[in-house]
């Protein structure tokens, strides 16, 4: 299963990238955003390096006013930075799609079919689902390693033997890890939810990693959440100029 999304993300949106031209390249404190000629805007969460001078962004090539299939060609690239802009490009070209989708009505337990005394494995940290989940008699078990929550190894003996469900959040595919984290859990079976702004939420992508649903943010006012971004606002400010959407995959 390694390294399949990198080819599945650019085989599905090479056609339409290779029709559109990037407009705008927001690089933000907390979020990026990236706008196309035609007024679509996708999102993808900033990775954090220490750069050691005052160029945080090092790539020579300027990708505003190029055609949008140049950018998408560098999927496989190693730089964080790179690939962040490759997956809000990937969410812009989807924006369509992703307005028709319903809305996220945030019923997590529904959705991993959990009930009382069930227990989820949660890559990434998202406060609020683990308080709506802990409420309903649901143990979660978070590992995050960017806020050292966890440890490796102890997290994925557990969710091997004990995990009744999986939520990851969409940073992964920026760390081009979300692949290596099914093959360390050893199964793709296991009822699971991608998550959070930078996530594609489109068809076929997923269909080797048994994802069941994605839960993505879709822009809805473009220079709000682009105010919000040069503002370095977090998820809770986006929502305001979003909406939440959820796509069944399996």
Sequence with gaps: MFMLLNDNILRQFRTSSALETIDEIHLGLGYSALTLTNGSCGLCYTPKEKSGTCTVFKESTEFEGRPAIQL???????NPLIRCLVIALANALNHSFAMGLDTDDGDVVGDLKLKKGSKVAMIGYFGPIITQ?????????PYDIGKEIGEEKSFYSWA????????????????????????KLGTTSLPSILMGPSTIASPNLYDHLGITYCAATVPTDVPGI???????RGTLYLHRHSRKVKLKLI
Excluded: C, P, W
């Design 72 to 78: 998408l060609e560098r999927i496989h690239d190693e």
């Design 133 to 141: 989940l802990e409420k309903q008699g649901i143990e979660v078990r």
């Design 160 to 183: 091997r033997a004990e995990a009744d469900g999986l939520i990851l959040t969409a940073t992964s595919l920026i760390t081009n890890s979300t692949e290596e984290i099914f093959e």
């Design 226 to 232: 682009l105010k919000d971004i040069r503002n370095g």
